[in-house]
């Protein structure tokens, strides 16, 4: 069936989101940007209400904690579908914030795919107090990003535990992070086969935080530096335990969680994109040129409609990647197709729209200076574009299996 | 709920289609450009039973909405969007009298349905500079005479029916003119020069000559309807057809240029292999994709009577810009291959930059969608978009 209409369990997250992001997150946006400080009173509002990151909790009309299930009343699930909507409308309040936000986060994800039953209570069960709580996911090294397969972090067995020694760079919310799931090799001649991920728990001896970094945007968004020393992590830490890693699964898994985490990514691309351009509406509405609104022109219309026939292919394309994860139809290739798409779009909107804007644009109080900033790292994290591209060609081309 | 999977009913359809256009379209490309459709496959089409599926019932029609068209318009141009182009019998002169919608448009389309002939729209006129157009009708006793010149009338010549745009009242643009119905031969019109296209060439496109044709009162269709609003519907109408048309041709040379890729070897291994080729066709399928959705998605919301202009309008131009990226890029991917007529790619090129000139243009669904952003009315330009340059039939 092609049916365009939300469910009505997508419909309220939808509204209620997009009133949170308009009410209390788009007001603290440019000051939060300022001061790279997001008020903890804003944090406890949110987690009161329901709102983490990456995810919406059970009291927000969702099922559960991080990448949890909601389902309708039939069993329908629409996890997928219900986390971009929601992702778009946070979006949309502010990039930056919403990845500040108190929960999982990226860590979310893996603990749910890999994670054993008990592993699941003890990580995520940790956000069903009132505390402010993060969650973080430690993939990216110095000397790998895109090349994931090349991590240099080791893990060495040791009686009951692993010894950990490396760095991890890039770690969204790193540093206020009660625990991260750190990827490591136990034998780096192996490639993918010897990877293992840990939840390594703040405060364990040996794990420490290295610089925060400075960044073009996002700047509200903690980036920080890990350093593991000699960091000793219980067997029982192993992310789904010795068994998960006997096949290919192992890798298989920090894999898949890009099968349901792009379309979210790109969910929030298409929520900037839209906010910026809405921005653009009105300001070229109100904005005179030779006695006519800037908007009547052609060539600023053309910009306008080509921007949001772009941002509105871009949503599609996340739906239909989160249908797909819903309805457990494999869906590598058009969570990518999503992600590809929507920030390329997003990036290429932004800039079209501070142009329209002219010097309004690029000043900091309206929002699309800021924007502009925040964008770009969207066609980088999660898997650059070229990463994207990548995934597709091998599921489009027979017998590609490496450029 | 947001569902994005086609029904059995539709999947069963586009089955059908796909193999239709395997079968007689694809492998006869080149001759369809350049004699046009044989009886023997238009015969075969009609066998199908899918001419008028989304027409409604009143028109003869199965009301099976725009969404079951755009699956069909689609596959066909899967196949060849020029042959997709041919085997419409009712092109843009069906969508304006479904636009019109009165009992005499029904019972004009119902005859067509009957019939085996194709019909065409007079609209567009060359040089046309100001609003009016220089095609007049005026009353004389119990009739209408017409006289005038209509130019880029796609199957004008040989069409069994036919619609004329005209002036009515001088001076009052498009909210005076009419549209005349003109049925079998008739000697005040005859077909004047014909048109040389870059693409499309399957269908030829006409000059009419109009001198002093003569028709009943009743020929005029839109006397109770008004003709700007008529027109909008129209190209709402034309543009989800024009989209889904440019669907097809965009997936047909991504997919053509994907699997010459897999097969053409250059330093050693399949271009495809390379990642400036691989890249490039992993952005002709999310192109292909993207444009599918949002010709879907605009079909839907016509089918759920919703306002559908600026989502059909969006879709138009996502759809254009997909076919012509795809089928530019295609013959990029086949390199000196892609130039010559062994490969349908070069024609798809042409026919892309001729698909996104019949009907209403990329810039025109542009004005649309802003307008709709903007809310500010739609002016005539947006309605009857640089007549001049406007084909008349897609
Ligand atoms: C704000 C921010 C937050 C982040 N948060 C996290 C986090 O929470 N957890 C985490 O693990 N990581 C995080 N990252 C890291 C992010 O995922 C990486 O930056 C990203 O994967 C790219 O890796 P890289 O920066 O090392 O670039 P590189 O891999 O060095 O790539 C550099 C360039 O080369 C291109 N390239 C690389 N390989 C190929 C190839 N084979 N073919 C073609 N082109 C190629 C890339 O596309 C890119 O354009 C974050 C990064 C930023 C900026």
Redesign the interface.
Known sequence: ???????EM?ETVRQMVHWLAENEIRPIALEADRTHQIPDAFLRKMKELGISSGAISKRAGGDGDGAGESA?KKG?K?TN?VAVIGAEEMAWGDPAVILTLPGPGLGGPPVEFMGTAEQKAKYLGIFKDDELRWGAYGLTEPVAGSDVAGIKTTARRDGNHYVLNGRKCFITNGARASWVVVFATVDASKGRAGHRAFVVQKGTPGFSVGKIEEKMGLRASETAELVLEDCRVHQDDLLGGEKHYEGKEGFMGAMKTFDSTRPMVAAMAVGIARAAYEKA?EF??EHFDLGRPI??Y?AV??L???S???I???R??V??AA??AD?GMPNAK?AS?SK??AARTAVDVLSDLVQVMGAAGVMNDHFVEKWFRDIKVYDIFEGTG?V???V??KR?????KS? | MLSLGLSEELTAIQGTVREFAAKHLRPKLRAIEKNGLGADTRARFAELGLFGVDWPEAAGGQALGLITRAVIEEELAYGDVGAALALDRGGAAAQLLLALGTPDAHAALKRLLDGEGHAALAAAEEGKARDDFRTVAAKQGSGWVLNGKKAYVLGGATAALRLVLAQVDVGQGLAGAGVFLVEGANPGLRAGKTHTTLGLQAVPVHELVIEGLMLPLAARLDDQVSLPQVLRRHYDRLSLVTAARAVGLAAASYEYARAYAEERVAFGKPIGHFQAIAFLLSDMAIAVDAARLMTWKAAWAFDQRQPATADLAGAQAQALEAAFFCANSAVQVLGGAGFVQDHPVEKWMRDAKTLALYGQHAQASHAVLAAAALGRPLDSADLFPLPSLHASLS
């Not at chain 1, 069936?1 to 469910?7: E, G, K, P, Q």
């Not at chain 1, 489009?396 to 590609?400: G, N």
Request: net charge positive; aromatic share 10%; no cysteine.
């Open positions: 069936m092609i049916d365009f209409t939300l469910s997508q309708d329908v629409q579908r509406v070229t509405k908007a009547r052609h219309e053309d306008l409609a080509r949001q026939r772009r509105e292919a871009s599609l394309l739906w239909r249908y797909m309805a058009e197709m590809a798409y070229e994207q591209r990548i597709i060609s489009i081309l027979r017998d590609l450029f």
